[in-house]
């Protein structure tokens, strides 16, 4: 049976998600380019609202998934997958299955379909700022999964975290993907045109501007 989330943890994500809104509203005046869904953090509130059950795939129109944006050091290069079932070009992630703990579900999918481990995301603000409060959440986005299968048609609340690396690590192709690797920031823009996932590379590129 899959363990389901405690109210503290909930709480602990509600907290999160304004911790997020708030450093957004502080740190980013202006940057709406960044975040054209105004209103995204409601959305995922509303969400929450529903309880434990968000957490699992089964949760139909939506339910709660966590990405990991994976970066060198240097902000010049982005890991990326070729994913299988989607044939596109994405960060890695996965579904919660009932872990309300997202950073930690971020992790586990990371390590799962890379290879790559000890990793911990670091914030958004805090690379320049160095403030302790500033939340892990790097990105959020609502995207439609066609239907399939036993599937019908519903959205992935994606909560995304950001991921350093020393340099371009040997990385390991799981069943998930149909490739994986490297590439520049700039040329990463080029292998899709969903807005959502621009809107990460922009986000790094604006973070390498800070250093």
Known sequence: MIPMPTDMALRKFSDELKSYRETWLRDFPGRASFYPQ?????????????????????????????????????????????????????????????????????????????????VVPTSLASHWSGRQDSPNVFDLDIHEIPARLNEPLHYHFDVRFLFKVPHRVDVVISEESTDLKWFEVAEAYQLTDEPSTHRLFDKIQFLEKKL
């Open 38 to 118: 105004s209103d995204c953090v409601g959305q995922f509130e509303k969400l929450l609202g529903v309880g434990p059950e968000a957490f699992l795939r089964d949760h139909y129109p939506g339910h709660f998934t966590a990405s990991g944006v994976v970066i060198t050091n240097d902000y010049q290069h982005v890991l990326l997958t070729l994913h299988r079932k989607l044939n596109l070009w994405l960060q890695l992630g996965g579904h919660a299955d009932g872990e309300c703990d997202l950073k930690e579900v971020a992790i586990k999918e990371l390590e799962e379909e890379s290879g790559i481990s000890g």
